[in-house]
């Protein structure tokens, strides 16, 4: 089938049109729109839902994962809680080539359903998963470490949102041009030279998405339903200690594929066993012709240098920063900035690592305020948040793995603790392991140590020379290992001009003056971009149309009229 008008409407397009439609307004408009409720109140999704969802994701545990597609009997269990409660679900291990040749075989049918089918059909899959958001929050929480509403938010609600983003980027560039065109050229005094021409939007091959630990369906969905629609199977190699939550999106996706009438196996699922390295063995297979991957730089650069047979999306690691030059709301600031550390316990990779404080202190509304002033103002509001283990706990989460406590262990030796972390019992999981956010203090000279990520619950408040030093620790910190966001918090219009040059210049996406409900860790689909491509902690923005344009090309033919 051809883009465009062409195309025979599919029941699923028709279906969810609305929808699509909306969503393309949205992205052009980059105003607040969500399809997909964050709120998991009985009011919104109904009293029975969060029983519902939670008894379907406990029915998963300590038994074999249904999912049904090619590959031999064998079976992999690699999770294990944050929260310590005892998973041991069992998936499918298919082999490399069963994979990709199962993948490889649904791709025509699925190329030439055309793009409003697959628009329809990928709508579908995400109305599916939505009716089972519970089911996924629980299996993003037990996972990640993510405390409940941030499973449901960040795991659920916004991840969906992220998926229609990208499916509405996807659509609006493969029907750009028009499925069929007549050509008609004059030709002196005989008849004009008449042709029929047809665009094919055709798919580039199999994709391969390699999920993280962290926030496995949010930074996993764009990547997934973008291939898709345009017409590529995907194959989903989770992290090992995060399967669940896409060996459900899977499932469902299958679901919906056989129901529309097509071949399942345009979604597969590739656990992997410990020590296999199946990511990269799938990365540099030849029928792979897209990537994407969330993760360490490390392996980012690794798999941008060598899986040259396919085109790469990479969201790493970076320098995430902050510039406090002054403010008119003190207690504001430090409000925000001390949320901002504590949620999910940094273990985002847009949380600020390193804020830059001139050494002199800063102007604001309570007065001047010394260094230590404001660095104990912002540490005096995490130790409140956290304080209380109960309620602490449901924003801190639980630590996601060992290599973020052993960085806790390791800070201790670089500076001075503003703020030191702290072991806590979590109320409802034991097992659960919990530690509040350390702040250190450094010295402009100490890049050694804050020029590297930390990722977890630390952050450094570095004295610099003025807030112009502090914009150059930026630009070179930023410039040369990359950041998801910056912020920055003055009253003085050319500095907030300074800063926005900076950012640019560096390819930072920039927050000011953040003292209420927005944080600058968070971002909001059809508004925010996350990431930009223009600076080394990604190559790619979620979600623009660079990241959706080439997955698909353009084949034409043409007759004579």
Not at 3 to 20: F, I, N, Q, S, V
Request: glycine content about 10%; proline content about 6%.
């Amino acid at each position: 089938m051809m883009a465009g008008m062409t195309e025979t409407p599919h029941p699923e397009y028709d279906k969810h049109a609305d929808t699509l439609h909306r969503a393309l307004t949205a992205i052009t408009e980059r105003g607040y729109w969500s399809a997909y409720p964050e709120s998991p109140s009985p009011r919104v999704y109904g009293e029975t839902a969060a029983a519902d969802g939670k008894a379907a994701f406990e029915a998963y545990l300590g038994g074999d994962f249904p999912l049904d597609q090619p590959g031999s009997g064998d079976r992999v269990a690699t999770e294990a809680s944050p929260f310590g409660l005892e998973l041991n679900v069992s998936y499918p291990h298919p082999g490399v080539d069963e994979l990709v040749a199962a993948a490889s075989a649904a791709l025509p049918a699925w190329r030439d359903a055309g793009p409003q089918a697959r628009a329809g059909v990928c709508l579908e899959i995400l109305d599916r998963l939505h009716r089972h958001v519970f089911e996924l929050a629980n299996a993003v929480q037990f996972t990640s470490g993510q405390a409940f509403v941030m499973a449901f938010q960040a795991g659920g609600a916004h991840a969906l949102d992220r998926a229609l983003e990208a499916v509405a980027y996807a659509y609006a560039e493969m029907t750009r041009h028009p499925g069929t065109a007549g050509w008609e050229k004059a030709a002196g005094k005989g008849d004009p030279l008449r042709m029929t021409k047809t665009f094919h939007v055709v798919p580039r091959g199999v994709a391969l998405v390699i999920g993280c630990n962290t926030f496995p369906t949010w930074n996993s969905y764009p990547g997934l339903f973008a291939s898709l629609v345009t017409g590529n199977p995907v194959v989903v190699k989770p992290h090992p200690r995060a399967v669940l939550p896409l060996a459900i999106t899977v499932k469902y996706a299958r679901e919906v594929l056989a129901e529309a009438g097509f071949d399942p196996n345009l979604v597969l699922l590739a656990p992997e066993a410990p020590g296999e390295k199946l990511a990269t063995t799938l990365a540099l297979h030849p029928a792979v012709k897209i990537v994407d991957f969330t993760g360490s730089t490390e392996y980012g650069d690794w798999l941008e240098a060598n899986a040259r047979q396919a085109t790469v999306y990479t969201e790493k690691a970076g320098l995430n920063a902050v510039v406090i030059d002054s403010t008119d709301d003190f207690a504001g600031m430090c409000r925000n900035l001390g949320f901002t550390l504590t949620l999910y316990s940094g273990q985002m990779c847009t949380t600020s690592q390193n804020i830059l404080i001139p050494a002199g202190g800063i102007d604001t509304d309570q007065g001047r305020k010394s260094f230590d002033e404001v660095a104990a103002g912002i540490a005096a509001v995490v130790g409140k948040l956290t304080a209380d283990p109960a309620r602490g706990v449901e924003l801190t989460g639980a630590i996601v793995n060992d290599g973020v406590l052993e960085r806790l262990d390791e800070v201790t030796k670089v500076g001075a603790a503003v703020l030191e972390s702290r072991t806590v019992e979590h109320p409802a999981f034991p097992g659960a392991v919990v530690r509040t956010p350390t702040i250190v203090r450094l010295a402009a000279a100490d890049t050694a140590t804050y020029g590297r990520e930390w990722f977890g619950p630390i952050s450094f408040v570095i004295a610099t020379d003025s807030t112009a030093h502090s914009l150059e620790l930026l630009r070179a910190t930023v410039g040369e290992s990359g950041a998801l966001t910056a912020a920055v918090y003055s009253t003085d219009p050319a500095v907030l001009d300074a800063a926005e040059a900076a950012a640019i210049d560096v390819g930072v996406h920039l927050s000011c003056n953040l003292t209420g409900g927005v944080f600058v860790n968070q971002s909001a689909a059809f508004s925010d971009f996350h990431g930009s491509g223009a600076n080394p902690a990604a190559n790619a923005a979620l979600t623009d149309g660079a990241y959706v344009a080439s997955r698909f090309r353009i084949v034409q033919s043409r007759r004579p009229a």
